[in-house]
């Protein structure tokens, strides 16, 4: 009886409780339902569709004022239990923490990266702790940050996790459409759960979609392809759809020359996407608008080569062909419509002759399949003036008289004529049609004169002007690029009243600040603004102000 109740005691000892396993409590962590269960302050958060780390969905958020982008969730948690918070950033300064633990409230943060940076700290919740607040937030005066795949890892507080994704299935409905002599359109059924789409080419991955179509460019004239497509997201990738076969055309003629730019002209991006602006069509971009650049265009595996993906999820369901259709009344209307590359995030590098070439074929193919006037170049991230002329010159040499060439440097990228930007225009002078360097996320840089000027003034916009005014491009190439709205930029905004008295110092020596340049420029080419949907959300009080002054400057 003894041994037996030993061996009894022996057994019940080795037998220990099962815990649960720790789960990510937080709900729609990856923003893949908008922002559902999550409140930003002031409006200023959105769910975009770029950049993500996963899925379809990250969270963009704009600090403005003294608004820091504050982004927050009640999160329920269970007492006495320790949890890790984290979530991937980019962007601009990004702070992670949680409050209301019942312990010590916890938080970290980074100055901003380029590329998705992981920030995480953890905290133990208090006795009677059963919800936190858990939230992130950027800093004042500083650029829009990214956030995605936020966990609050650890003991089921009663919401249990959320289903992963599972590998979705193969597309259907592939078709092929628009063909030129480099390029295939291509359009297929949207699938459940996709977070992405690979594109093939003859069996290898030729580029990738978010949506549902896609422009394969850098393909040779009169040539027959097969194409398949697979759905991708988290958890992996689909099988292959069917494939089918369609021809590029002929070699021929290139798209005819569009509208004369006027002689002062205002230019807006157009965004090609849904960061908390007003969602436009190009149809609904005002009229005062001359020159509109589409933004923008995404880079491919192939260094140099870009190609175009209009976002209809992003845009209320907008079309290709609806869109197709609005660049043609544009131009009817005697608007020039243009493709934009690079941005804030842009990646794409053109530094050899391989490069070179591949972004003038695709930029070229671009120009045949939309009928896009030309190309905006918003490289934010590095440009090899070397190569980019190189480039530039043979997309010319394709694209004839009517090329319309647009430049969106920053100003550290003007302030000499050594720098890469300032010796790529110098460099396309002769086809360059306007420069609209970007006076805004600058802070204080040097004028003509020698003097330091901060942003936000008449002669901030006036000094540095005169920089390239006084540095070899003409009058007519140079224009003056704004914020359309406080909430179009981190800092640097100015009223459209200080845009105007600008175009007039320059232009006429009137209405100058402090700095008044040695000479004026009458044929200055005007103003340009980031972007028509930040425009429109402010009810289009910078075109309505902007558009008619510079239609009337000499």
Same mark, same amino acid.
């Given at each position: 009886m003894a041994v037996a109740t030993a061996a009894a005691l022996t057994v019940t000892g080795l037998v220990s409780t099962a815990q649960a396993a720790d789960v990510n409590n937080a709900k729609n962590a990856g923003f893949e339902s908008g922002l559902a269960n999550w409140t930003c302050s002031g409006g200023s958060g959105a769910a975009v569709s770029s950049p993500v780390r996963s899925g379809t969905s990250a969270l963009k958020a704009t600090p403005a004022g003294q608004d820091n982008a504050k982004c927050s969730q009640s999160?329920?948690?269970?007492?006495?239990?320790?949890?890790?918070?984290?979530?991937?950033?980019?962007?601009?300064?990004?702070?992670?923490?949680?409050?209301?633990?019942?312990t010590t409230d916890v938080s970290t943060w980074t100055p901003g990266s380029s590329s998705w940076t992981k920030l995480s700290t953890s905290f133990t919740t208090g006795a009677n702790t059963t919800s936190v607040t858990v939230y992130t937030h950027g800093w004042y005066g500083q650029a829009a940050y990214f956030a995605d795949d936020i966990e609050v890892?650890?003991?089921?507080?009663?919401? &249990?996790?959320?289903?992963?994704?599972?590998?979705? /299935? +193969?597309?259907?409905? =592939? @078709?092929?459409?628009?063909?030129t002599t480099s390029s295939v359109a291509l359009s297929w059924n949207a699938v459940s759960g996709a977070a992405g789409y690979k594109v093939y080419r003859n069996g290898a991955q030729a580029t990738t979609s978010t949506g549902t179509s896609a422009t394969v460019t850098g393909l040779t004239a009169d040539t027959a392809y097969e194409f398949s497509v697979s759905a991708t997201n988290a958890a992996g990738e689909s099988v292959k759809s069917a494939a089918i076969s369609a021809r590029t055309a002929k070699e021929g003629t290139g798209p005819g020359?569009?509208?004369?730019?006027?002689?002062?002209?205002?230019? &807006?991006?157009?965004?090609?996407?849904?960061?908390? /602006? +007003?969602?436009?069509? =190009? @149809?609904?971009?005002?009229?005062?608008?001359?020159?509109?650049?589409?933004?923008?265009?995404?880079?491919?595996?192939?260094?140099?080569q870009v190609t175009f993906n209009l976002?209809?999820?992003?845009?209320?369901?907008?079309?290709?062909?609806?869109?197709?259709?609005?660049?043609?009344?544009?131009?009817?209307?005697?608007?020039?419509?243009?493709?934009?590359?690079?941005?804030?995030?842009?990646?794409?590098?053109?530094?050899?002759?391989?490069?070179?070439?591949?972004f003038a074929n695709s930029v070229y193919a671009l120009m045949q399949d939309y009928g896009f006037n030309g190309v905006d170049i918003d490289?934010?991230?590095?440009?090899? /003036?070397?190569?980019?002329?190189?480039?530039?010159?043979?997309?010319?040499?394709?694209?004839?008289?009517?090329?319309?060439i647009t430049m969106a440097p920053q100003t550290i990228d003007m302030q000499s004529t050594s720098g890469e930007y300032f010796k790529t225009a110098l460099n396309i002078k002769d086809i360059l049609t306007v420069v609209n360097m970007q006076y805004y996320n600058s802070g204080s840089m040097l004028g003509c004169d020698g003097k330091v000027y901060s942003q936000g003034s008449v002669d901030f916009l006036t000094a540095l002007a005169c920089i390239q005014l006084e540095g070899g491009l003409d009058p007519s190439q140079v224009g003056i690029g704004v914020p359309a709205s406080t909430r179009g930029a981190g800092s640097g905004y100015v009223a459209p009243s200080i845009v105007n008295a600008a175009l007039d110092c320059l232009t006429k020596g009137t209405n100058c600040g402090s700095f008044k340049p040695s000479k004026t420029y009458p044929s200055?080419?005007?103003?340009?603004?980031?972007?028509?949907?930040?425009?429109?959300t402010a009810g289009f009080a910078w075109s309505k102000a902007v558009g008619p002054h510079v239609r009337s400057l000499p």
């Open positions: 999160v329920k948690v269970k007492p006495n239990s320790t949890y890790t918070l984290s979530s991937w950033v980019q962007g601009g300064y990004a702070y992670l923490g949680a409050s209301g633990t019942g890892t650890g003991p089921d507080g009663g919401g &249990g996790e959320e289903p992963g994704p599972v590998i979705p /299935a +193969a597309p259907a409905g =592939l @078709t092929a459409g628009a063909t020359p569009g509208p004369a730019v006027p002689k002062h002209a205002v230019t &807006g991006y157009w965004q090609n996407f849904n960061n908390g /602006a +007003a969602v436009q069509k =190009l @149809t609904d971009v005002p009229a005062d608008y001359d020159i509109i650049a589409v933004s923008f265009a995404d880079a491919t595996p192939t260094p140099g976002d209809t999820a992003g845009l209320n369901g907008y079309t290709d062909a609806q869109f197709r259709a609005d660049i043609k009344t544009k131009q009817a209307q005697g608007k020039n419509v243009i493709i934009s590359i690079g941005g804030e995030l842009g990646t794409v590098r053109v530094d050899n002759d391989a490069s070179a070439t591949a490289l934010e991230n590095g440009l090899n /003036a070397t190569y980019m002329t190189k480039a530039l010159r043979q997309l010319s040499a394709k694209a004839g008289s009517g090329l319309v200055l080419r005007g103003a340009m603004t980031w972007s028509t949907n930040w425009d429109a």
